[in-house]
T-cell receptor, first 113, second 112 residues
Framework: AQSVTQLGSHVSVSEGALVLLRCNYS??????LFWYVQYPNQGLQLLLK??????LVKGINGFEAEFKKSETSFHLTKPSAHMSDAAEYFC???????????FGTGTRLKVLA | EAGVVQSPRYKIIEKKQPVAFWCNPI?????LYWYLQNLGQGPELLIR????????DSQLPKDRFSAERLKGVDSTLKIQPAELGDSAVYLC??????????FGPGTRLTVL
C-alpha cells in the first residue's frame, strides 16, 4: 500500500524567502514521486518527478526536491519565492509501472509582498 | 502540442439530473484517467483506461457513475442521477509511458 502525507495545509512565505513544502511517503515498493502545482481553476501541472535516478531532482520554475529514503521524504524547495508561485501544491506517489497515483491533500502556498 | 481538453469547464445542475463530462486526451496517449477532486483534497482516481478497455474501475461508484472510451481516444464520464455530494472538480489525465500524467483543466460540477 502507498500513501502520502503533506505537512501543513497552508504555508506563507515572504517574497524572496525560501520555500519549503513537506512531503512524506509510505510505499511497499520503490516509489516514484511527483510534485504537481495547481493554479486556481486550472488542472495540475507537473513540477518535477523522481523515478529512481538522481536523488536531487530539478524541476521547472526553479523548484527542486530531494528523495531521502532513510527519512521517506520528498520535500519541495525553492531558494527565493516569487509572487507567481502562489498556488496549491500536491505530492504524489506511485510504484514503477503501476500507473496509479496516490495524492496528498495538498499545501496552499501564499507569497507575501 | 495541444494538451488534455475537457468540456464543459463549469456545470450547474439540480440534484437527480443527469450530467456528462467529455475529455480528449493528448494525441497518442493510450492511457486515460478520470479523477475526482473534492474541495481541499487531492485528486482520487475513479477509472483508468488502456485504449478502450477500463483496466481499473474499482473506485467508480457504479450505481450512478458510468464511463466510456469508444475507439480508444476521447472519453465521457456520466453521472445519473446526480447527488449533492457529487459537487466537485472532475479531472481527466492522459499518459503514454505511465510515469507522467498530463492533466486537463477539469470540470467544476455544482449540484443544487
Amino acid at each position: 500500500a502507498q500513501s502520502v502525507t503533506q505537512l501543513g495545509s497552508h504555508v506563507s512565505v515572504s517574497e524572496g524567502a525560501l520555500v519549503l513544502l513537506r512531503c512524506n511517503y509510505s510505499s511497499s515498493v520503490p516509489p516514484y514521486l511527483f510534485w504537481y502545482v495547481q493554479y486556481p481553476n486550472q488542472g495540475l501541472q507537473l513540477l518535477l518527478k523522481y523515478t529512481s535516478a538522481a536523488t536531487l531532482v530539478k524541476g521547472i520554475n526553479g523548484f527542486e526536491a530531494e528523495f531521502k529514503k532513510s527519512e521517506t521524504s520528498f520535500h519541495l524547495t525553492k531558494p527565493s519565492a516569487h509572487m507567481s508561485d502562489a498556488a496549491e501544491y500536491f505530492c504524489a506517489v506511485s510504484g514503477p509501472g503501476t500507473y496509479k497515483y496516490i495524492f496528498g491533500t495538498g499545501t496552499r502556498l501564499k507569497v507575501l509582498a | 502540442e495541444a494538451g488534455v481538453v475537457q468540456s464543459p469547464r463549469y456545470k450547474i445542475i439540480e440534484k437527480k439530473q443527469p450530467v456528462a463530462f467529455w475529455c480528449n486526451p493528448i494525441s497518442g496517449h493510450n492511457t486515460l484517467y478520470w479523477y475526482l477532486q473534492n474541495l481541499g483534497q487531492g485528486p482520487e482516481l475513479l477509472i483508468r483506461y488502456e485504449n478502450e478497455e477500463a483496466v481499473d474501475d474499482s473506485q467508480l461508484p457504479k450505481d450512478r457513475f458510468s464511463a466510456e472510451r469508444l475507439k480508444g481516444v476521447d472519453s465521457t464520464l456520466k453521472i445519473q442521477p446526480a447527488e449533492l455530494g457529487d459537487s466537485a472538480v472532475y479531472l481527466c489525465a492522459s499518459s503514454s509511458s505511465g510515469d507522467e500524467q498530463f492533466f486537463g483543466p477539469g470540470t467544476r460540477l455544482t449540484v443544487l
